[in-house]
Antibody, heavy 119, light 109 residues
Framework: VQLQESGPGLVKPSQTLSLTCTVS??????????WTWIRQPAGKGPEWIGR???????NYNPSLKSRVTISVDTSKNQFSLKLSSVTAADTAVYYC????????????WGPGTLVTVSS | SYVLTQPPSVSVAPGKTARITCGGN??????VHWYQQKPGQAPVLVIY???DRPSGIPERFSGSNSGNTATLTISGVEAGDEADYYC????????????FGTGTKVTVL
């Protein structure tokens, strides 16, 4: 399984950050996995943003919940992240990853993409 | 939310043993997972469910978990083990679900 993030590397403050993760080598329709977004500011540890199941059921980090939407497009084997009203504090490397329905860890990660929030 | 605390840095000579701790309230009752992250790369799972190694991870990597501390042990440290290491748990008691530790930089002397 391989995951690859894509999207703009620069977003203006107050705008919406949008990223897509394309999954290859496996079906996003699998009932065994959650598809997850994680971010990591420079010099800090990873932070879980949220996850989505193939059915569209999702869970979000409470600290970001009011600004985050994760969606899935099974026809394209992709899932997406939208983070609204961004500030400089949202500058980070954003990763998509696969987590198990009953495994509770992340076994495959994308290489990550740096998103900078700046005017 | 649940907090995981790691020492910022650990230094070890080649061939020696590095021990990286991850502290949390009654962490022994949770399953702990460990990731290795080299500069500019995504984290890689090295230990899951406290003690299990994914395929391709050397036997030099091992884990334990009891009480308020989980430990990742790297035996016979090699230069290529120099990286940041993060512990992670699933916190079913809160909406945060997945919690990562603060991270430990392992330096091979």
């Amino acid at each position: 399984v391989q995951l690859q993030e894509s999207g703009p590397g620069l977003v203006k403050p107050s705008q919406t950050l949008s990223l897509t993760c394309t999954v290859s080598g496996g079906s996003i329709n699998s009932s065994a996995y959650y598809w997850t977004w994680i971010r990591q500011p420079a010099g800090k540890g990873p932070e879980w943003i949220g996850r989505i199941y193939t059915s569209g059921s999702s869970n979000y980090n409470p600290s970001l919940k009011s600004r985050v939407t994760i969606s899935v497009d099974t026809s394209k084997n992709q899932f997406s992240l939208k983070l609204s009203s961004v500030t400089a504090a949202d500058t980070a490397v954003y990763y998509c990853a696969r987590g198990g329905l009953s495994l509770f860890y992340f076994d495959f990660w994308g290489p990550g993409t740096l998103v900078t929030v700046s005017s | 939310s649940y907090v995981l605390t790691q020492p910022p840095s650990v230094s070890v000579a080649p061939g020696k043993t590095a021990r990286i701790t991850c502290g949390g309230n009654n962490i022994g009752t949770k399953s702990v997972h460990w990731y290795q992250q080299k500069p500019g790369q995504a984290p890689v799972l090295v230990i899951y469910y406290d003690t299990d190694r994914p395929s391709g991870i050397p036997e030099r990597f091992s884990g334990s978990n009891s009480g308020n501390t989980a430990t990742l042990t790297i035996s016979g440290v090699e230069a290529g083990d120099e990286a940041d290491y993060y512990c992670q748990v699933w916190d079913s008691s809160s909406d945060h679900l997945y919690v990562f530790g603060t991270g430990t930089k392992v330096t091979v002397l």
